[in-house]
């Protein structure tokens, strides 16, 4: 048993390790190519491309769920080419979803890596609200008090932003923290919609994943076009891609379908703790990359943001086990 137990606790370590670094990574490597790069590519195709890669795992994951060959097409044509009015479905958080990976690069374009981590994590109340609204939960006081204290943090970083003196693009912070507003939005919104549908049935987690991929990359695919056909279409489809932006979209592609699968073995405190680390490298890799210069303002308000995170996953006293698979299901549709 306690062999049982400590394989189980080097598990949930190395689970926060790679989460925290994933999206740690994520945020400054992209931070980077808006910054660095000369020859800007087209954030619009890179959201694409990475719905692609993110199908591509999709169906590799649920090939290893369904054993054979043959289970797995039978599943593929059954499920996502026999069933349009789902694919139709599923197009609602794909829509809101490329909105919010492209409202994500815009932010990055603006703001610096550490503001923007800090910043993005009301997505949580924004997630709460939606969950409250549309799925008719409650939350415990003690949820609805980290709630408030995580939006005065955010406010807090955002009083006097923290600068940093070594990137010389031009930054507009008001359009930054004004793309992270409809991102958050976009991630709440589209995360509880994605639960509402998921547990209307019982479909792979998998399946549902490739059906909303299916869709995301026509709706990416389309906006690409749309936001920069002109461009596109005289210098090419990856103008500006480097091995930074392909290791962007790899992480932006691994991250989240990571994320899905670890937290059936972890829990939502692992969670937070994985939130609030990736504030801490960020802001430390901020520091040493592009020299942002940490305000006392940000400090405190980065510290009330990983505290309110902390406590919004503490688990609920009266917690049943209906309830605890609602929360692992709603952990692992977040995470996508």
């Known amino acids: 048993a306690r062999a049982k137990q400590n394989v189980s606790l080097l598990f949930k370590l190395y689970c926060l390790t790679v989460m925290t670094l994933v999206a740690a990574a994520y945020t400054i490597s992209l931070r980077y190519t808006r910054t660095a790069d000369k020859e800007l590519y087209f954030s619009t195709t890179a959201v694409c491309i990475t719905e692609v890669i993110k199908l591509l795992l999709s169906v590799g994951l649920l090939a290893k769920e369904t054993g054979s060959l043959g289970r797995l097409t039978a599943s593929l044509s059954e499920d996502v080419l026999g069933s349009p009015q789902e694919l139709v479905k599923l197009s609602v958080p794909s829509l809101v979803y490329a909105v919010q990976n492209n409202m994500a690069f815009l932010a990055l374009s603006n703001l610096d890596a550490a503001v923007y981590q800090v910043t993005y994590q009301l997505k949580i109340p924004c997630t709460a609200l939606c969950t409250v609204l549309m799925l008719n939960r409650t939350l415990s006081k003690l949820q609805w008090i980290s709630v408030f204290m995580l939006c005065g943090g955010v406010t807090l970083v955002q009083w006097k932003p923290a600068q940093a003196t070594k990137v010389v693009v031009e930054q507009n912070p008001l359009l930054g923290f004004g793309a992270i507003a409809i991102a958050v939005l976009c991630s709440g919104f589209a995360g509880v919609y994605f639960e509402k549908v998921l547990k209307s049935s019982d479909t792979s987690l998998w399946v549902r994943n490739i059906q909303m991929y299916l869709s995301g990359i026509i709706v990416t695919l389309v906006g690409a076009y749309l936001s920069d056909g002109a ?28 994320t899905s699968i670890v937290v059936k073995y972890t829990d939502n405190i692992m969670k937070g703790f994985s939130a609030a680390a990736a504030i801490v490298l960020s802001t430390i890799a901020s520091v040493i990359l592009f020299g942002l210069q940490i305000t006392l303002t940000f400090a405190l308000g980065a510290l009330l943001v990983c505290v309110s995170i902390y406590l ?18 709603k952990e692992r549709i977040i995470g996508v």
């Open 231 to 258: 461009e596109i279409k005289e210098k090419g489809f990856f103008y500006g891609y480097t091995y930074y932006v392909w290791f962007v979209i790899f992480l932006a592609s691994v991250g989240g379908l990571y």
């Open 312 to 329: 919004y996953g503490l688990p609920r006293q009266d917690t049943t086990s209906i309830q605890q698979g609602e929360t692992s299901s």
